[in-house]
């Protein structure tokens, strides 16, 4: 579909082989021939250390999950690891609802979000915001909180998750249509049912740890390897390409038992499609 546009995988999607063999985990990815990988958690490594094992492997670094609490704790030091990483992008995975915009704690946030924004600008690093399904809550004057956070914050740029867009009720491709040249970084995930009444995710931890949710069985919901669901991928990938998108991230939160199978099939989707 487009020339230099690179897949990578989230690295949550394998985060049970990556807490007994971080480097082994990276290897595996390779060998599956993903170009490029997203962070959520670093086995321990140092910055250094990570990027020079991705570049012997031939893996692009691209990006991390990063949650706000590190900013919190020190802008100069989450600057300063992700430099040395040698990413383009530090996406924060999630934020509870009171620090986004109608919350109690926003007046405080917004401002943090962009003194560090400001300060991985400096860097040479884009900012970015991973989306689930909650973000698209109405506010008072009927804006959606996802719009407003970024109208609020022009430094601060979508890393549309274009399952949870869709989860929400939303278009994907419309939402990217939408933010024309402002989504560097997409996220493919892939799905089957609908929107039930508890959440369907895990959300992340400063230590790139899942928070889990109450145990139950699938019955309205299951994620699904890319190309395997209900999600218009072609019509989502060339609008992101339209868009300006130049890294596409494959993420499935629950594999159900076959990460590396669900990883590979993605992969072997979207080369079939042209990317």
Known sequence: MADNVKVGIQLYTL????????????EGVKRLGYDAVEFAGYGGLAA??????????????????????????????????????GVKYVGIPWMAADRGPGGENYA????????????????????????????FT?????????????????TLLPEFDTCWVKYA???????????????PVIHLKDFV?????????????KDG???????????TFAFRPVGQGIQDIPGIVRAGIASGCGIFIVEQDDCYGDAWGAAEQSLKYLRSIGL
């Not at 985060?15 to 990276?26: I, N, P, S, T």
């Not at 946030?109 to 040479?124: H, Q, R, V």
């Not at 109405?138 to 022009?154: C, F, H, K, N, V």
């Open 48 to 85: 250094g250390e990570l990027k020079r094992i991705c570049a012997e492997l031939g893996l692009d670094p691209v990006s991390t999950h990063f949650g706000l609490e590190n900013f919190d704790n020190s802008i100069e030091d989450s600057v300063n690891f992700h430099k040395e990483l």
């Open 15 to 26: 985060r049970e082989f990556a807490e007994k063999d971080y480097v082994g985990m990276l």
């Open 169 to 183: 009720g939303y278009d994907p491709i419309k939402y990217i249509n939408d933010y024309a040249g402002k989504t």
């Open 108 to 135: 405080t946030t917004k401002p943090l979000i962009e003194k560090a924004a400001a300060a991985l600008k400096e860097a040479g690093i884009q900012m970015l915001y991973h989306n689930h399904d909650f973000e």
């Open 193 to 205: 049912g609908k929107k039930t009444d508890k959440p369907d995710y895990a959300l992340i931890d």
């Open 138 to 154: 109405a506010l008072e004057d009927g804006t959606l909180a996802i719009d407003r956070l970024y109208a609020d914050i022009p």
């Open 209 to 219: 740890k899942a928070s889990q949710v109450e145990e139950k069985e699938v019955k």
